[in-house]
T-cell receptor, first 105, second 114 residues
Framework: GIQVEQSPPDLILQEGANSTLRCNFS?????LQWFHQNPWGQLINLFY???GTKQNGRLSATTVATERYSLLYISSSQTTDSGVYFC???????FGAGTRLTVKP | EAGVTQSPTHLIKTRGQQATLRCSPI?????VYWYQQALGLGLQFLLW???????NRGNFPPRFSGRQFPNYSSELNVNALELEDSALYLC?????????????FGAGTRLSVL
């Protein structure tokens, strides 16, 4: 099956800093989503992005399908951005291990 | 519009018992997915139902089973509970692969097996 790797596993930022999270996948995919899991376990949709670039406020994402990776950019980070960020691929959602982001005030 | 709802929020069982978890999808969604998030193991795909049929199954033993009802709600049954079944079980729904497969997640059921 498809392997999904996320990096870095942990990231600690000062409020206001920018960050880039990466998701590599081992084969071509029809479906890719980015999620944010809050401290209560709720998974929040960020982007559905099998290819191309999308932006939503301070967040943007780019997927280069031919090179099998996706990037999530967080600009001007806030403490509320803390949590675990997951990418997942394919219809049955193979998840990466996640990046745990901590934003300090 | 209501999101994906899961019940119960918490469930405590003892080893060997059976657990039943329920999920109601977003109105208009025909696909329901189940995932297990155990401590230290990440999110693992369990089951995918679409239009009442099981479409795919993750690498879990047969004592994990489920079904989807005509109203597209779903239940997950775990028989002969083991201690390692303790986890957060997440349900997601989507409009179906033909209509775009963006998945929306419920808040989860936290199962504790004692």
């Amino acid at each position: 099956g498809i392997q999904v790797e996320q990096s870095p596993p942990d990231l600690i930022l000062q409020e206001g800093a920018n960050s880039t999270l990466r998701c590599n996948f081992s084969d071509s995919v029809n479906n890719l989503q980015w999620f944010h899991q809050n401290p209560w376990g709720q998974l929040i949709n960020l982007f559905y992005i099998p290819s191309g670039t999308k932006q939503n406020g301070r967040l943007s994402a780019t997927t280069v399908a031919t090179e099998r990776y996706s990037l999530l950019y967080i600009s001007s980070s806030q403490t509320t951005d803390s949590g675990v960020y997951f990418c997942a691929v394919e219809y049955d959602m193979r998840f990466g291990a996640g990046t745990r982001l901590t934003v300090k005030p | 519009e209501a999101g994906v709802t899961q019940s119960p929020t918490h469930l405590i069982k003892t080893r060997g018992q059976q657990a039943t978890l329920r999920c109601s999808p977003i109105s208009g969604h025909t696909s329901v997915y189940w995932y297990q998030q155990a401590l230290g193991l990440g999110l693992q795909f369990l089951l995918w139902y679409d239009e009442g049929e099981e479409r795919n199954r993750g690498n879990f033993p047969p004592r994990f089973s489920g079904r989807q009802f005509p109203n597209y709600s779903s239940e997950l049954n775990v028989n002969a509970l083991e201690l390692e079944d303790s986890a957060l079980y997440l349900c997601a729904s989507s409009p179906g692969t033909q209509k775009g497969n963006i998945q929306y997640f419920g808040a989860g059921t936290r199962l504790s097996v004692l």
